[in-house]
């Protein structure tokens, strides 16, 4: 499961309701689909597609003027504050609580190396809540976290979808839940906050296309050597825009929910 922000809850409808309909050997995420993916992995499907309309922006990050003032003495690394996001994970993820293998990705600050943490069923792992948390900390637009004595930024810097890392598992299957449609522009900018978000978005978009051609590239390959095996790539991906990633509004995150819920069941009878 790819990264989006509030686009997540697009993601949450669609992600769930394959989870519940087909036999999911592991889940893997980066950045949104990290959040997704923690809930999901526990069985809480319907209660990660009642978490997303309730929350509102200061629910997951947390500015102020004093958040501001220390941005701009070169205090801080992030606009925003994860402290509340972390809150809610340490509320909603019991690592030991997964039902199959769970990977949530994020960026080392300090080597900016992508590395994975995988969560098995009831194998016990400190501070998990604040591992995914990191995952979906967007450099500059939020705090990096602490997590096991080091710092992490979003893991969609480094893997995107993450394909990689579901080949690096050995998956043969691999579904693909994205928040944006391939190839297609972000949402216009109204300000520099958009603009930021926007040129994230417009670079993860380039890098996903890069990761499935990889995998599709490995295709052509296990068909010319037997001794490869193929890898059977499906994506599910929005039919319409879903807007800003920083757009969490109640009447967005209901339309969101309405495309997934309309995108799933496309989907999953396919």
């Known amino acids: 499961m790819a990264g989006g922000g509030a686009k997540g809850a697009y993601q949450a409808e669609v992600a769930s309701r394959i989870y519940e309909n087909r036999n999911i050997d592991s889940v893997i995420g980066v950045s949104a689909g990290a959040?997704?993916?923690?809930?999901?992995?526990?069985?809480?499907t319907e209660r990660i597609r009642n978490l997303w309309p309730k929350v509102r922006r200061s629910d997951v990050w947390e500015s102020g003027i004093w958040q501001t003032f220390q941005l701009l003495l070169g205090n801080r690394k992030g606009f925003f504050d994860p402290s509340p996001l972390i809150g809610i994970l340490n509320r909603e993820f019991n690592p030991?609580?997964?039902?199959?293998?769970?990977?949530?990705?994020?960026?080392?600050?300090?080597?900016?190396?992508?590395?994975?943490?995988?969560?098995?069923?009831?194998?016990?792992k400190q501070n998990g809540h604040k591992l995914v948390?990191?995952?979906?900390?967007?450099?500059?637009?939020?705090?990096?976290?602490?997590?096991?004595?080091?710092?992490?930024?979003?893991?969609?810097?480094?893997n995107v979808a993450p394909i990689r890392t579901a080949l690096e598992e050995g998956a043969d299957e691999i579904i693909a839940v994205l928040n944006s449609r391939l190839g297609e522009a972000p949402s216009r900018p109204k300000n520099a906050l958009d603009m930021l978000t926007w040129a994230f978005e417009s670079l993860m978009d380039e890098a996903l296309r890069s990761d499935i051609g990889t995998a599709r590239t490995i295709n052509r390959f296990a068909k010319r050597a037997k001794e490869l095996k193929q890898i059977e790539i499906s994506v599910a991906s929005?039919?319409?825009?879903?807007?800003?990633?920083i757009d969490f509004s109640r009447k967005a995150q209901k339309r969101r929910q309405e495309i997934g819920r309309k995108d799933a069941k496309k989907f999953l009878q396919t």
């Open 238 to 245: 929005p039919s319409e825009d879903l807007g800003s990633p």
């Open 96 to 124: 030991t609580d997964v039902e199959v293998p769970f990977l949530a990705g994020a960026t080392s600050v300090k080597t900016g190396d992508f590395k994975s943490f995988k969560f098995s069923p009831n194998e016990k």
């Open 133 to 158: 948390a990191a995952s979906s900390a967007v450099p500059a637009l939020v705090e990096p976290v602490e997590a096991q004595g080091k710092l992490y930024a979003d893991g969609g810097i480094r």
């Open 35 to 44: 959040l997704n993916g923690a809930l999901i992995s526990q069985g809480k």
